[in-house]
């Protein structure tokens, strides 16, 4: 079946640490989207990639860095720049580029530093 | 960047109730899009409304698209314990030029009394 897999679940990070997030999908949609998720702050953009090896910053682009080099993968990096990551991280993907056919989301990764 | 305006925050209702929420925006949107989001999982959509007037219906679910195509509502009838979750709108901006992405608001957390 066609989605997105998002890996891992649970991550833990100690302070200071870099720390990758993977996405991918084999849905051959060409736009991929990561969010971050705070209670009661609803979703808010980190970083998207409309088209393979291009990418642009988000609202809350600081402290993350992402790469685009294939369709189905959409990495995000949590750097030590990032002074509250513990969150939970979603990525997502629209079909044709067009965003009003809705994202489908990955299942999340949750992110907490130790 | 925007985020949309999502009322009530949060809802305790009882079984068999009928719940409604609703989302305004600052700005015209050309589509409006509703998505529940069960706990630890991401968002799957379910409404998607793309002219203005419109109602749908998915189920027990009705969303319509606002006549100034600035506000969507959603109502759920005869609530069941499996409604619980939290429900987010999102909206594309009819004036964002090429970058498609998603506004959300940010979430009304559902939970239902049996």
């Known amino acids: ?114 | 960047g925007q985020q949309l305006n999502q009322s009530p925050q949060s809802m305790f209702i009882q079984e068999g109730e009928d719940v409604s929420m609703n989302c305004t925006s600052s700005s015209i949107f050309n589509t409006w899009l509703w998505y529940k989001q069960d706990p630890g999982e991401g968002p799957v959509l379910l409404i998607a409304l793309y002219k203005a007037g419109e109602l749908t219906s998915n189920g027990r679910l009705t969303a319509q698209f606002g006549i100034t195509r600035k506000d969507s509502f959603l109502n759920i009838s005869a609530s069941i314990p499996s409604d619980v979750g939290i429900y987010f709108c999102a909206g594309r901006e009819a004036a964002q030029g090429g970058s498609e992405k998603l506004v959300f608001g940010k979430g009304m957390k559902l939970t239902v009394n049996p």
Request: proline share 4%; hydrophobic share 30%.
């Open chain 1, 1 to 114: 079946d066609g989605g997105i897999t998002q890996s891992p679940k649970y991550l833990f990070r100690k302070e200071g640490q870099n720390v990758t997030l993977s996405c991918e999908q084999n849905l051959n949609h060409d736009a991929m989207y990561w969010y971050r998720q705070d209670p009661g702050q609803g979703l808010r953009l980190i970083y998207y990639s409309q088209i393979v090896n291009d990418f642009q910053k988000g609202d809350i682009a600081e402290g993350y860095s992402v790469s685009r080099e294939k369709k189905e993968s959409f990495p995000l990096t949590v750097t030590s720049a990032q002074k509250n990551p513990t969150a939970f991280y979603l990525c997502a993907s629209i079909p044709g580029g067009k965003a009003n056919y809705g994202y489908t989301f990955g299942s999340g990764t949750r992110l907490t530093v130790v």
